[in-house]
């Protein structure tokens, strides 16, 4: 399995922003070039003790283990790999979410998710990491639990772009 797809991959799992990226780009329409970390990545980097925690629907558990998270090595890899390609001379990046569920029809989760710009291709790794927990920050849990939402989120897919 990949955890690093870009615009010619099956975009089921990319989430809102990244969908429209990759149907822009796939189009012809000048796109700044851009990669996403898919919410796989996510499950993959977790080690059993954060597995257990973050499934038990306890918030604050679920924030708490999960502060030693860090990409698993085949994602960390991949997400390199990336970069060489997307940024051979160091370019800044924007590191941001896509969510399945931001901008659906019955909630959006619209600014809910941190968003890191002008990112330095070493640091992106930490970054992507910070998108995922912010997934768990109390903002998100008190929209989830207004709209009757299930505790437990689901972790956005990670766009990371080239900035302009």
């Known amino acids: 399995m990949r955890y690093v797809l870009n615009a010619s991959d099956e975009h089921s799992c990319f989430g809102g922003k990244a969908g429209a990226l990759a149907t822009l780009t796939t189009r012809g329409f000048p796109v700044p070039d851009w990669f996403v970390v898919i919410p796989e990545a996510f499950n993959v980097s977790l080690k059993e003790r954060q597995r257990q925690e973050v499934f038990s629907g306890n918030p604050e558990h679920m924030r708490s283990v999960l502060a030693d998270l860090t990409p698993a ?10 970069l060489e390609e997307l940024c051979p001379d160091g370019e800044f990046l924007a590191v941001r979410s896509s969510a399945l569920e931001e901008d659906g029809s019955e909630s959006s989760f619209a600014g809910q998710f941190d968003s890191f710009l002008f990112v330095p291709p070493d640091d992106v790794p930490e970054k992507v990491v910070a998108v995922w927990m912010s997934g768990f920050n109390e903002r998100v849990q008190a929209y989830r639990r207004e709209r009757g939402m299930s505790i437990l989120p689901t972790v956005p897919a990670v766009l990371v772009q080239r900035m302009v």
Not at 73 to 82: F, G, N, T
Request: no cysteine; proline share 0%; charged share 40%.
């Open 73 to 82: 090595d085949i994602v960390r890899e991949e997400i390199v790999i990336a």
